[in-house]
C-alpha cells in the first residue's frame, strides 16, 4: 500500500472510476455538441443560446465541466508523478494545475448560468 | 558477424560504454545469443555476464537483445535480427542499476515480488494430507504460475521505470493474481487491500510492453485487468 495525499480520491481504484466515468460524460457532450452543429445548418446567435438557456442544458454542461476537472486532475496528477521528482516542483506544479482548474469551473459556471 | 556489446565496470570505467566484437559463428549456425556471448567471452574474458540452466528455466540471462528484452538462451539471431543475421546489441535490461556489463541489481524488482506475499496463505486447519483443487480451479492458475521473474516484462515497462518503488510491475502483478485466483489461498481481501493505492495496480496504463517481450509468453496485462475487477466488485 501507497500513501498519496495529492490524488483525487486516496485510492487508486475511485482515481480509475472516476476517469473513465469522466470520460463518458465528455464523450457524451462532445458527441451531442457535434451532433447539435451537424443537425443546424444555418446556426445563428439566437439558436445556440436559446440552448444553453434550458435548464437541462446547463445541468450537462455542468457535468461536463466538473468531469473535465475530475479527469484532468486524476491525469495531471499522476503525470506529475510519474515525471516530476522533486516533491517541491512536483507540489508546485500540481498547485497550478489545481488552480487553473478551480478558476475553469468558477467562471465556467457563471458563464453558463449568465446565459 | 558484428556484436556491440554494454561494458561498464565501476572500478575501472568512468562511463559505460559499447564494445564491438567480430564473432565468427561455426557453420554460420543460427544459434541462440547466449551461445553468441560465450563465444565473445571466448575473446574478451573480462566480460560479464549471468546465466545458469540455458534452456528459458532459470530466467537468469534477461537482456536487451536489439531493442528488445528477452532470454538470451531462447532467443536465437535470426529472430533478434529478423532474419537479417547481421548485427547484434546486446545491452543489460533497462532502468535498472548496472552491476557490470550485462549485469543488474534486482533488488528493487525482487522488493516488488515481496511486497505482494508470494506464498499460499490459509487460516483452515490444515488437512490430514492435503489441499485439494478440482481441475477447473487449477485451470485459473495455468499463465500465472509458469513466470520465472527474469525481468524482461518489468524492465520493459515505462511506469516501472518512473516508479520502481512504488509500482508492483508486471510480473509482480502477474503473481499476485496468481494468489488472488488460487482457491486454496484465504486472504483474498487482504491481498486486495493492499493493492488499492493509486500507484501499486493502477500505475500501469495497459501499454502491453510486457506482453510483448515475455519470453514464456505470458500475458500480465491481462492478469492485472483481472484484479482491477476484483478490486471493483468487491468496493461497489
Request: net charge neutral; with cysteine.
Amino acid at each position: 500500500m501507497v500513501a498519496s495525499v495529492t490524488n483525487l480520491g486516496r485510492s487508486g481504484l475511485y482515481d480509475w472510476v472516476i476517469q473513465r466515468l469522466t470520460a463518458v460524460i465528455l464523450a457524451l457532450y462532445t458527441l451531442f455538441l457535434v451532433g447539435f452543429v451537424a443537425a443546424s445548418p444555418d446556426l445563428q446567435f439566437a439558436q445556440w443560446q436559446g440552448l444553453f438557456a434550458q435548464t437541462w442544458m446547463k445541468v450537462f454542461s455542468l457535468a461536463a465541466l466538473m468531469s473535465i476537472c475530475g479527469h484532468a486532475w486524476v491525469g495531471m496528477w499522476t503525470i506529475s508523478t510519474d515525471y516530476l521528482k522533486n516533491a517541491g516542483v512536483r507540489f508546485l506544479f500540481q498547485l497550478v494545475c489545481a488552480g487553473f482548474l478551480f478558476v475553469y469551473l468558477v467562471w465556467g459556471i457563471d458563464i453558463l448560468w449568465s446565459v | 558477424m558484428l556484436v556491440s556489446v554494454y561494458r561498464y565496470n565501476p572500478e575501472k570505467d568512468a562511463a559505460p560504454y559499447m564494445q564491438d566484437y567480430n564473432i565468427t559463428i561455426p557453420g554460420n549456425r543460427d544459434v541462440m545469443i547466449l551461445d553468441v556471448l560465450a563465444l565473445v567471452k571466448e575473446q574478451d574474458s573480462s566480460l560479464v555476464y549471468r546465466r545458469s540452466c540455458r534452456e528459458g528455466v532459470c530466467g537468469s540471462d534477461g537482456m536487451n537483445i536489439n531493442g528488445k528484452n528477452g532470454l538470451a538462451c531462447i532467443t536465437p539471431i535470426s529472430e533478434a535480427t529478423n532474419g537479417k543475421m547481421d548485427k547484434l546489441v546486446l545491452r543489460p535490461l533497462p532502468g535498472m542499476p548496472v552491476i557490470r556489463d550485462l549485469v543488474i541489481d534486482m533488488s528493487m524488482f525482487y522488493a516488488q515480488y515481496e511486497k505482494i506475499k508470494p506464498y499460499l496463505q490459509n487460516n483452515t486447519p490444515a488437512p490430514a494430507i492435503e489441499r485439494l483443487q478440482t481441475p477447473e480451479e487449477r485451470e485459473k492458475l495455468d499463465g500465472l504460475y509458469e513466470c520465472i521473474l527474469c525481468a524482461c516484462c518489468s524492465t520493459a515497462c515505462p511506469s516501472f521505470w518512473w516508479n520502481p518503488d512504488k509500482f508492483i510491475g508486471p510480473s509482480g502483478l502477474l503473481q499476485a493474481y496468481r494468489f488472488l485466483a488460487d482457491s486454496r489461498d484465504t486472504a483474498t481481501a487482504e491481498r486486495l487491500a493492499g493493492l488499492s493505492d493509486p500507484f501499486s495496480v493502477f500505475r500501469c496504463r495497459g501499454i502491453m510492453n510486457c506482453v510483448n517481450v515475455c519470453p514464456k509468453g505470458l500475458n500480465p496485462t491481462k492478469a492485472i485487468g483481472h484484479i482491477r475487477n476484483m478490486l471493483l466488485s468487491q468496493q461497489v
